[in-house]
């Protein structure tokens, strides 16, 4: 059973955003993008308590702005998606979850040291240039259940 519904569309769409995200940070990279995507889909709590689908995680606005950066500056997430990135979405959205984004909500690229936490929630990881935040304790257990 997968970890959350989809149509291949949502593949495909998802399979541009990592790609769009993580490109330069290989396949590894870019399936934990797509993990903390799926996350968010299927987190009941914090920002993320009206997102259920992998449209929804992609296109929400949060303070006026997308989520994601790629959805309004990203050439590459206006390309077509590949046959490779489409295999690495689809592995996300069935089954694959991994640390440092097992259980992250939250990435972002600081251009220096990860801090240890970012708007209050406890860094888990680092891989290449993405830092990675997971929920605070208490905070959202449906991230862990889901």
């Known amino acids: 059973m997968p970890r959350v519904k989809y149509r291949d569309a949502d593949v495909a769409l998802m399979a541009r955003m990592m790609r769009a ?9 870019m399936l934990y993008v797509g993990n903390v995507i799926v996350n ?5 709590c914090l920002d993320f308590k ?3 689908t992998i449209e929804d995680v992609i296109y929400q606005v949060q303070g ?9 500056k990203g050439n590459l997430f206006y390309q077509r998606a590949r ?3 489409k295999r690495l979405a689809k ?9 440092p984004a097992h259980f992250a909500l939250w990435y972002f690229n600081p251009y220096a040291e990860c801090p240890p936490t970012w708007y209050g929630q ?3 990881g680092q891989f290449k ?3 990675f935040y997971e929920p605070a304790a208490g905070t959202c257990e449906s991230v862990y259940t889901g």
């Open 64 to 72: 006026g702005n997308y989520s994601f950066e790629a959805v309004q």
């Open 83 to 85: 046959s490779s990135e």
């Open 50 to 52: 009206d997102v259920r």
């Open 40 to 44: 968010r889909a299927v987190a009941d």
């Open 21 to 29: 995200e993580a490109e330069g940070e290989g396949n590894q990279g």
């Open 122 to 124: 406890p860094f888990t």
């Open 91 to 99: 592995q996300n959205l069935d089954f694959w979850r991994q640390h």
């Open 129 to 131: 240039n993405h830092c």
